[in-house]
């Protein structure tokens, strides 16, 4: 059986607008106890904010959250997947782009709607063996630290 995006996605996804403070932000991962949010400016997905933007682009970069908007900071434009790619294929296009997270659609253009999110760590659950497959993907190189911890749990 192939298993796709769809059998491991979350839904619905925690989302925010992008003209929300970054406090905003912060406090309602805090009460949904999430480590992310699909950021959209009305109807349309333009990007993701996560714990690691909030550490990097405030924290470090000392920004004051309740001046600095979330369009300020989110990591875009989103990278997105379909319901039915197959988590094989998922795991390619995180390592790819070097993330942990992508956000689900269905339909093109102006019918793209978003019906949830997809994490490394919801994929190594169900398949823990598509963690030797990053490790492959990785070879030589060592991995980031994000993926290095995900990685070594569900490695035996």
Same mark, same amino acid.
């Given at each position: 059986?192939?298993?796709?995006?769809?059998?491991?996605?979350?839904? #619905?996804?925690?989302?925010?607008?992008?003209?929300? @403070?970054? $406090?905003?932000?912060?406090?309602?991962?805090?009460?949904?106890?999430?480590?992310? +949010?699909?950021?959209? /400016?009305?109807?349309?997905?333009?990007?993701?904010? @996560? =714990?690691?933007? +909030?550490?990097? $682009?405030?924290?470090?970069?000392?920004?004051? #959250?309740?001046?600095?908007?979330?369009?300020?900071?989110?990591? =875009?434009?989103?990278?997105?997947?379909? #319901?039915? +790619?197959?988590?094989? /294929?998922?795991? $390619?296009?995180?390592?790819?782009?070097?993330?942990?997270?992508?956000?689900?659609?269905?339909?093109?253009?102006?019918? !793209? *709607?978003?019906?949830?999110?997809? @994490?490394?760590? /919801?994929?190594?659950?169900?398949?823990?063996?598509?963690? +030797?497959?990053?490790?492959?993907?990785?070879?030589? =190189? #060592?991995?980031?630290? *994000?993926? !290095?911890?995900?990685?070594?749990?569900?490695?035996?």
């Amino acid at each position: 059986m192939n298993i796709t995006v769809k059998d491991v996605m979350v839904s #619905p996804v925690l989302v925010i607008d992008a003209g929300s @403070t970054v $406090r905003v932000a912060a406090e309602y991962m805090s009460l949904k106890e999430v480590g992310s +949010l699909v950021v959209q /400016d009305e109807e349309h997905t333009v990007g993701i904010i @996560t =714990e690691r933007d +909030l550490i990097n $682009r405030i924290i470090v970069d000392k920004k004051d #959250p309740d001046e600095t908007l979330v369009k300020d900071i989110m990591s =875009e434009p989103p990278v997105i997947a379909v #319901p039915s +790619l197959s988590i094989d /294929d998922a795991v $390619r296009v995180m390592f790819q782009y070097k993330i942990k997270k992508l956000i689900v659609v269905e339909g093109e253009g102006e019918k !793209r *709607r978003l019906v949830g999110i997809v @994490t490394l760590t /919801d994929i190594a659950r169900v398949n823990p063996a598509l963690m +030797l497959l990053l490790k492959d993907l990785f070879g030589e =190189e #060592p991995p980031p630290e *994000r993926f !290095r911890k995900t990685m070594e749990y569900y490695i035996v």
